[in-house]
């Protein structure tokens, strides 16, 4: 992502995450594992599709790809797309979506199995007529602020239980998936301006622009980027753990 000169205020969140997904290894990784589990998907239902990536890798050709996605920005990104999806955009909670419409089920990288498991897997059972599948975070680290798993943990301050932790303890054992598998992938984002991305990223800590951290924050991303002939990479290491229901 070519970021800005200016402060965080000009970076968009979510265009930076989907940025960076463009960039990163996570479609290469983790869509092999899904098509291995579930060679047929039928008719794919995307739910928080985000910008598509994973989503246009799994769409079988012939099969329709519909995508719940509630952000202006991503619904743009999807828009995009040589073969955009047909497009639903709500939040999960909102959709009015016919009873075992879908052969497939897709939830990669959302909020909701780490919130609300239990009320998401009913909802997803009721969706489909085949398989679900999950994408969640499974590294031991943070997995919120973008670019959180590049600082030190007294910064960033968030919980490191692997997502996956999280989601199966939220589930009976009766609920739980019958395929768990893991991939390691890296998160790279092309930035501009290293001084930006650190701007932004105290922003969104909640760092005032007195904060004597700011400068060590800078510092420290310059240490870890990598250059690159237009501009600067920063990578994370990453997992994911694919839970799949219906597998066949």
């Given at each position: 992502m070519q970021t800005?000169?200016?402060?965080?205020?000009?970076?968009?969140?979510l265009e930076l995450y989907a940025s960076g997904i463009d960039t990163s290894d996570y479609v290469?990784?983790?869509?092999?594992?899904?098509?291995?589990?579930?060679?047929?998907?039928?008719?794919?239902?995307?739910?928080?599709?985000?910008?598509?990536?994973?989503g246009?890798?799994?769409?079988?050709?012939?099969a329709e790809w519909t995508a719940v996605e509630p952000s202006p920005t991503m619904l743009a990104r999807l828009g995009r797309l040589p073969a955009p999806p047909q497009v639903i955009p709500v939040e999960w909670t909102e959709a009015r979506l016919p009873a075992g419409g879908f052969d497939t089920v897709l939830a990669a990288n959302m909020p909701a199995p780490l919130t609300s498991a239990s009320e998401f897997l009913a909802r997803c059972r009721a969706w489909t007529r085949a398989s679900i599948v999950w994408v969640v975070p499974a590294q031991n680290g943070p997995r919120g602020l973008c670019l959180a798993g590049c600082l030190p943990r007294e910064w960033h301050?968030?919980?490191?239980?692997?997502?996956?932790?999280?989601?199966?303890?939220?589930?009976?054992?009766?609920?739980?998936?019958?395929?768990?598998?893991?991939?390691?992938?890296?998160?790279?984002?092309?930035?501009?301006?290293v001084p930006a991305i650190a701007t932004?990223?105290?922003g969104r800590l909640g760092w005032d622009g007195e904060d004597p951290r700011r400068p060590a924050l800078a510092a420290h991303l310059s240490a870890a980027a990598e250059a690159?002939?237009?501009?600067f990479r920063l990578t994370v290491p990453r997992e994911s753990a694919i839970l799949v229901w219906g597998a066949r």
């Open positions: 800005p000169e200016g402060g965080e205020a000009a970076i968009d969140p290469a990784r983790v869509a092999p594992l899904i098509r291995q589990v579930l060679p047929s998907r039928g008719h794919l239902l995307d739910i928080g599709a985000g910008g598509g990536q994973l246009a890798s799994l769409r079988m050709s012939g301050g968030e919980d490191e239980t692997p997502g996956v932790d999280i989601v199966l303890g939220q589930l009976p054992p009766a609920s739980h998936p019958e395929v768990v598998l893991k991939s390691s992938w890296c998160f790279s984002l092309h930035v501009r301006s932004y990223l105290a690159v002939d237009d501009g």
